[in-house]
């Protein structure tokens, strides 16, 4: 027993010993051997002045200033489909179009300053704008409840409340279009109808001065 204990005795001297030289080989096969990162799997896409660019299953939208938005949250990260953008008044907004693996396709934009005060220079940040649905829908409803679309006849029709504070003051026509309801967003509490018209992409309206116009297209179908 008492040899055994010698053995081991010995045996950790000679460890203790060797351990310098065992660390100094360790470090310097770090310095000439760096661990294998991999790649980050990476794309960009850009529309109209804005750019998107996606680093795994994060989304970040950027403008030639810098930074608007992104997205965050396992209920909202996802696949990028399509970067669009939309007028309002004289600006021109961007939207992502992402597939998320619970909630399907969603879109997302900045946030709107009348909604987060305080929150104007926030680059982090986005608003959930909608839902695109991947077959014809007869209604769709905002999730405020202020804005909502059917499809009538031929045609797909848009309503937005008379009183977003009283919603049983009824509702009123904003938008009229012909084609297949696929989806109804909002920016600034404004609605963007999104219909299957017969073309290659989903078409995207809004109410302009004279009637309906055509305000952007989204590339899913």
């Given at each position: 027993?008492?040899?055994?204990?010698?053995f081991l005795t010995a045996f950790a001297?000679?460890?203790?010993?060797?351990a310098?030289?065992?660390?100094?080989?360790a470090?310097?096969s770090?310095?000439?051997?760096?661990?294998?990162?991999?790649?980050?799997?990476?794309?960009?896409?850009?529309?109209?002045?804005?750019?998107?660019?996606?680093i795994?299953?994060?989304?970040?939208?950027?403008n030639?200033?810098?930074?608007?938005?992104?997205?965050?949250?396992k209920?909202r990260i996802?696949?990028?489909?399509?970067?669009?953008?939309i007028p309002?008044g004289?600006?021109?907004?961007p939207m992502?179009?992402?597939?998320?693996?619970?909630?399907?396709?969603?879109?997302?934009?900045?946030?709107?300053?009348?909604?987060?005060?305080g929150?104007?220079?926030?680059?982090?940040?986005?608003?959930?704008?909608g839902?695109?649905?991947?077959?014809?829908?007869?209604?769709?409803?905002?999730r405020?409840?202020?804005?909502?679309?059917?499809?009538?006849?031929?045609?797909?029709?848009?309503?937005?409340?008379?009183?977003?504070?009283?919603l049983?003051k009824?509702?009123h026509?904003?938008?009229r279009?012909k084609?297949?309801?696929?989806?109804?967003?909002?920016?600034?509490?404004?609605?963007?109808?999104?219909?299957?018209?017969g073309?290659?992409?989903?078409?995207?309206?809004?109410a302009?001065?004279?009637?309906?116009?055509?305000?952007?297209?989204?590339?899913?179908?």
């Amino acid at each position: 027993m008492k040899k055994s204990t010698r053995f081991l005795t010995a045996f950790a001297l000679i460890c203790a010993l060797m351990a310098p030289s065992l660390a100094y080989a360790a470090e310097e096969s770090k310095e000439t051997a760096p661990p294998e990162v991999k790649p980050i799997e990476a794309t960009l896409t850009k529309e109209g002045g804005f750019a998107a660019l996606q680093i795994g299953k994060q989304v970040f939208v950027y403008n030639k200033d810098g930074q608007l938005f992104q997205t965050k949250g396992k209920e909202r990260i996802g696949e990028l489909k399509d970067l669009f953008v939309i007028p309002y008044g004289p600006e021109k907004i961007p939207m992502i179009l992402i597939k998320n693996d619970k909630n399907g396709y969603m879109v997302f934009s900045d946030l709107w300053p009348k909604i987060v005060p305080g929150k104007e220079k926030d680059t982090t940040d986005a608003y959930y704008s909608g839902r695109i649905h991947t077959s014809a829908r007869d209604k769709v409803v905002t999730r405020t409840g202020h804005h909502y679309a059917e499809k009538i006849g031929d045609e797909v029709v848009a309503y937005t409340a008379n009183d977003f504070d009283d919603l049983k003051k009824g509702f009123h026509e904003s938008i009229r279009v012909k084609g297949e309801l696929r989806g109804l967003i909002l920016y600034d509490c404004c609605p963007y109808l999104v219909v299957d018209d017969g073309k290659e992409t989903l078409s995207v309206y809004h109410a302009g001065e004279n009637g309906p116009e055509l305000a952007s297209s989204i590339e899913f179908k």
